[in-house]
């Protein structure tokens, strides 16, 4: 059984750094690219980056580009998202995905002074 | 970047009855590959989303056959058969075609 689990949201103040992990379990990680997605409260999905089974490459889009470092350790099979700079506008729960397939369960990431 | 328009933005429905939505793309979601990366997500009240449909039209694991998808290039559609009480939820159409990846503002289903 294909299993995500998130971990490491937490309330944050502005301007500061936090730091995600995903540990999956259930499936040949390193052969898949892996991906965050994120949803404000009440609010829709986005897209927050995205990297290869290899980890050679990654992508994000222009709202989190510079600030959000995606990585990965297959050898423990865990996916990680590294966010500094934070604003209150990243305050979401953040989910860790496989090719949409799968999800986690989520971590709530809280940016507020 | 890709928009993704959703109607309606919220249905009422009665069990048994047959609904649909729609998705619309700002631009093709044909890949160089030829594949249309294209699929439909349920979010049900205080659940991560679950995958539906895959590439258009590809049931996803464990999805029962009332759920089906139709479409190309940039107007898709998300039909289910005979709704049943555990359908309702938010449901969202996203592509993965073109990058940043983007998702349609959500179709918010209830049960009348």
Known sequence: ?113 | DVVMTQTPPSLSVAIGQSVSISCKSSQSLVYSDGKTYLHWLLQSPGRSPKRLIYQVSNLGSGVPDRFSGTGSQKDFTLKISRVEAEDLGVYYCAQTTHFPFTFGSGTKLEIK
Request: hydrophobic residues 30%.
């Open chain 1, 1 to 113: 059984e294909v299993q995500l689990v998130e971990t490491g949201g937490g309330l944050v103040q502005p301007g500061r750094s936090l730091k995600l992990s995903c540990v999956a379990s259930g499936f040949t990680f390193n052969n898949y690219w892996m991906s965050w997605t994120r949803q404000a409260p009440g609010k829709g999905l986005e897209w927050v980056a995205s990297i290869t089974n290899s980890g050679g490459s990654t992508y994000y889009p222009d709202s989190v580009k510079g600030r959000f470092t995606i990585s990965r350790d297959n050898a423990q099979n865990t996916l990680y998202l590294q966010m500094n700079s934070l604003r209150s506008e990243d305050t979401a729960t953040y989910y860790c995905t496989r090719s949409l397939a799968y999800w986690g369960q989520g971590t709530l990431v809280t940016v507020s002074s």
